[in-house]
T-cell receptor, first 114, second 117 residues
Framework: AQTVTQSQPEMSVQEAETVTLSCTYD???????LFWYKQPPSRQMILVIR??????QNATENRFSVNFQKAAKSFSLKISDSQLGDAAMYFC???????????FGTGTRLKVLA | GAVVSQHPSWVICKSGTSVKIECRSL??????MFWYRQFPKQSLMLMAT?????????EQGVEKDKFLINHASLTLSTLTVTSAHPEDSSFYIC?????????????FGPGTRLLVL
């Protein structure tokens, strides 16, 4: 069975600095997708970034980028130039190609310090 | 875009009553929708997968007679909590699946807070 692990329950970053959130996963599948979602205090889940496993190039969305290491089964999220609005819970999610179900990690709470 | 709405956002009800929560994909059609439950400071727990025109698939441990799901159209899925009790109080979130290229991505509604007195 697939699993997703987020080993950092909480992280803090100074405004304008860079922070990296960790995510590891376990799967025997070769074709799958990985996602990072942000859940601010409003509790609305917002897609931050997604990665297709067959693509070697790391996904990037503005200040957000991932470091996808397929062999190590690692999918970390880097947030550059952190802003106060980045404060939220961040969830890593896995989905096997052909299924639509997600497996979520336990989340990392990110605090941004002014 | 990929906008998903959920209604109501808040509901307070008496024990024993039934509560219906609607989930709509506003600008796309969703063959598959999902219902989650989230306890405070925890991750999302998948309750069921809802497919348009067919019966929902429930996760292990979720009572299908307690949580009725109807996916009547490509833009609407409903979750009915029947004979609600205080232990059903929780935050319920729906999502709708949208294909972009090879990837099926879930887009989430804003959630419904249910309080059963």
């Amino acid at each position: 069975a697939q699993t997703v692990t987020q080993s950092q329950p909480e992280m803090s970053v100074q405004e304008a600095e860079t922070v990296t959130l960790s995510c590891t996963y376990d799967t025997s599948e070769s074709d799958y997708y990985l996602f990072w979602y942000k859940q601010p205090p409003s509790r609305q889940m917002i897609l931050v970034i997604r990665q297709e496993a067959y693509k070697q190039q790391n996904a990037t969305e503005n200040r957000f980028s991932v470091n996808f290491q397929k062999a190590a089964k690692s999918f970390s999220l880097k947030i550059s130039d952190s802003q106060l609005g980045d404060a939220a819970m961040y969830f890593c999610a896995y989905s096997t190609s052909g299924t639509y179900k997600y497996i979520f990690g336990t989340g990392t709470r990110l605090k941004v310090l002014a | 875009g990929a906008v998903v709405s959920q209604h109501p956002s808040w509901v307070i009800c008496k024990s024993g009553t039934s509560v219906k929560i609607e989930c709509r994909s506003l600008d796309f059609q969703a063959t598959t929708m999902f219902w989650y439950r989230q306890f405070p400071k925890q991750s999302l727990m998948l309750m069921a997968t809802s497919n348009e025109g067919s019966k929902a698939t429930y996760e292990q441990g979720v009572e299908k007679d307690k949580f009725l799901i109807n996916h009547a159209s490509l833009t609407l899925s409903t979750l009915t909590v029947t004979s609600a009790h205080p232990e059903d109080s929780s935050f319920y979130i729906c999502s709708a699946s949208k294909r972009g290229g090879r990837v099926e991505t879930q887009y989430f509604g804003p959630g419904t807070r249910l309080l059963v007195l």
